[in-house]
């Protein structure tokens, strides 16, 4: 298969390419930065410079491919970053129905269901909508669980505060997902195809908060870390001061109420998968301690 990924040698994408491409496919991994060419080219695949915000170069990217994997990157000095989001998701469309590629597997994610009140998730709400009035194109949504990878932003609190925590309570549920187990699961459904237009979870493990600081506590030998439930305008200062944009870091804390609601999860545990990533929360902590 002639195969096109967006999202350059990030967490998802680089695994990704590489398993593709040790199948035996054409792979094509878009980049915006030149010095990453090389890279992308030393395990076998091809390497387009440009950028997701011009619609005649991705269009190039995805004519004459058998499918497409589309992510929006992260931006975080867009000054409304749903816009940002769902402006790429247009691009994307436009990129799509004027290449004729067929097939399209997107990158959304958990409460994507939900029109607003999620941050930066609102915008792939909007993404979703725009590729579900694509036709005659299957279009598969996967939509991951909250990305472990992100408690490594907890690394300072911990060492300085003694705590882990964000704007909601200790036994909130949380559903997590390893990047690599997104990268299977992305591998699976771009080899063995899909029609219509459909959405996956991809989930790596269920847990709570204070479930959370338990196991990544034991593992860095502070089993007694507690999880703290702040208040949103000290979340709000606290990314602020850790060196959050203002925009990104109100966005972040409106994810947060949504998680503390319990909202965000709601359609996921009303559609949970048969079965579950590799990864789980004691495996993602062996890497969380060698990263502290």
Same mark, same amino acid.
Request: glycine share 10%.
């Given at each position: 298969?002639?195969?096109?990924? +967006?999202?350059?040698?990030?967490?998802?994408?680089?695994?990704? =390419?590489?398993?593709?491409?040790?199948?035996?496919?054409?792979? +094509?991994?878009?980049?915006?930065?030149?010095?990453?060419?090389? =890279?992308?080219?030393?395990?076998?695949?091809?390497?387009?410079?440009?950028?997701?915000?011009?619609?005649?170069?991705?269009?190039?990217?995805?004519?004459?491919?058998?499918?497409?994997?589309?992510?929006?990157?992260?931006?975080?000095? =867009?000054?409304?970053?749903?816009?940002?989001?769902?402006?790429?998701?247009?691009?994307?469309?436009?990129?799509?129905?004027?290449?004729?590629?067929?097939?399209?597997?997107?990158?959304?994610?958990?409460?994507?269901?939900?029109?607003?009140?999620?941050?930066?998730?609102?915008?792939?709400?909007?993404?979703?909508? +725009?590729? =579900?009035?694509?036709?005659?194109?299957?279009?598969?949504?996967?939509?991951?669980?909250?990305?472990?990878?992100?408690?490594?932003?907890?690394?300072?609190?911990?060492?300085?505060?003694?705590?882990?925590?964000?704007?909601?309570?200790?036994?909130?549920?949380?559903?997590?997902?390893?990047?690599?187990?997104?990268?299977?699961?992305? #591998?699976?459904?771009?080899?063995?195809?899909?029609?219509?237009?459909?959405?996956?979870?991809?989930?790596?493990?269920?847990?709570?908060?204070?479930?959370?600081?338990?196991?990544?506590?034991?593992?860095?030998?502070?089993?007694?870390?507690?999880?703290?439930?702040?208040?949103?305008?000290?979340?709000?200062?606290?990314?602020?001061?850790?060196?959050?944009?203002?925009?990104? #870091?109100?966005?972040?804390?409106?994810?947060?109420?949504?998680?503390?609601?319990?909202?965000?999860?709601?359609?996921?545990?009303?559609?949970?998968?048969?079965?579950?990533?590799?990864?789980?929360?004691?495996?993602?902590?062996?890497?969380?301690?060698?990263?502290?």
């Amino acid at each position: 298969m002639k195969i096109t990924l +967006t999202g350059s040698l990030g967490n998802i994408s680089k695994p990704l =390419a590489e398993t593709l491409v040790a199948a035996g496919h054409e792979v +094509t991994v878009i980049t915006s930065n030149e010095d990453k060419v090389a =890279a992308i080219e030393a395990f076998g695949a091809k390497a387009a410079v440009g950028s997701v915000e011009d619609v005649d170069f991705l269009t190039g990217a995805f004519s004459g491919k058998d499918a497409v994997y589309t992510m929006v990157p992260p931006n975080f000095g =867009a000054a409304d970053i749903r816009k940002f989001i769902a402006s790429v998701g247009e691009k994307y469309a436009q990129a799509i129905q004027a290449s004729g590629v067929k097939q399209v597997l997107n990158l959304s994610s958990i409460g994507a269901h939900l029109d607003g009140g999620t941050g930066p998730i609102a915008g792939l709400y909007d993404v979703e909508q +725009t590729y =579900a009035k694509l036709e005659a194109v299957a279009i598969k949504h996967l939509r991951p669980a909250y990305f472990y990878v992100n408690f490594y932003g907890s690394i300072g609190m911990i060492k300085h505060a003694g705590i882990l925590g964000s704007n909601y309570d200790a036994e909130t549920p949380l559903v997590l997902v390893h990047p690599n187990d997104i990268a299977a699961a992305a #591998a699976e459904e771009l080899q063995h195809g899909f029609t219509g237009h459909s959405i996956r979870y991809v989930v790596s493990d269920e847990s709570t908060a204070v479930e959370v600081a338990s196991v990544l506590g034991a593992a860095i030998g502070k089993p007694e870390l507690p999880w703290v439930e702040f208040n949103d305008e000290d979340t709000l200062q606290g990314m602020i001061q850790a060196g959050l944009p203002e925009v990104m #870091a109100k966005s972040y804390v409106e994810m947060g109420d949504a998680t503390r609601s319990r909202k965000l999860f709601g359609h996921y545990f009303d559609n949970r998968p048969a079965t579950l990533g590799k990864i789980k929360l004691e495996d993602f902590a062996k890497e969380f301690a060698q990263a502290f």
